[in-house]
Each structure stands twice: as structure tokens, then as C-alpha cells.
């Protein structure tokens, strides 16, 4: 059974960055799919970007061209470097593992077996 746990959230001004790291262990699948979501106050768990063993990298729209998503040297570790971060961007971010492709639907959180128990985001206007 995969493991999760993230790490790196706190709390910054609109404009500024942040780095969350996701550590896995346990994990032995030579096709996956580890994605990053997050979950806003009243609001439904949202996929945020997604990135398979081969690297192809997928990303929602509000975030694109802000935040990349990318493995660690070892590939046990999944970065989320996000810059230019806005108050929207707010909420409590899990990484997530699928023992399978990314595929289409990589965003729906129902697709996903392990997640880890989240950091927190607060971006400041």
C-alpha cells in the first residue's frame, strides 16, 4: 500500500511562491499517475495537476502557466512549484496515486486510491 505525505504549505502574500513536496512509499507499480488536488472552504476537491512515470504533465486551467508539477530525482518525490499564487488559490492541497495511466479524467478524485492528509495554502490579498 502506497503512502503519502505532504509537505510546504503555509501562508503568503498574493503574487509570491511555494513549493509542496509529496513523499511516496510503499509504492512498487511501474505505471501511475500522482496528481495534486486541493479543497477550498464550502467547496468540492478540486485536481489541480497531474503527472504520469513518463513525466507527461497535465494542469486545470486556472492554474496553467503558474504552477508546475514534477518528479523528484528518485521519483518518491512529486513537487508542485506554485508561483504568482492569487487568494483563490487557497485551500488544502493532498496528493493523490493511481496505479494506472493519467489518462483523461486524471482530475476526478474518485479515480485515485491513496492520498496523503493535505497541506494548507492561505494566499493573502
Known amino acids: 500500500q502506497e503512502r503519502l505525505m505532504e509537505s510546504g504549505g503555509g501562508t503568503v502574500h498574493a503574487g509570491g511562491s511555494l513549493r509542496l513536496s509529496c513523499e511516496v512509499s510503499?509504492?512498487?507499480?511501474?505505471?501511475?499517475?500522482m496528481a495534486w488536488f486541493r479543497q477550498a472552504p464550502g467547496k468540492e476537491r478540486e485536481g489541480v495537476a497531474s503527472?504520469?512515470?513518463?513525466?507527461?504533465?497535465q494542469y486545470t486551467n486556472s492554474v496553467r502557466g503558474r504552477f508546475t508539477v514534477s518528479h523528484g530525482s528518485s521519483k518518491n518525490t512529486v513537487y508542485l512549484q506554485m508561483n504568482s499564487l492569487k487568494p483563490e488559490d487557497t485551500g488544502l492541497y493532498y496528493c493523490a496515486y493511481m496505479s494506472a495511466g493519467c489518462g483523461a479524467y486524471w482530475y476526478r478524485p474518485r479515480e485515485y486510491t491513496d492520498w496523503g492528509q493535505g497541506t494548507l495554502v492561505t494566499v493573502s490579498s
Open positions: 510503499g509504492w512498487t507499480d511501474v505505471t501511475y499517475c
Open positions: 503527472i504520469s512515470e513518463s513525466g507527461t504533465r
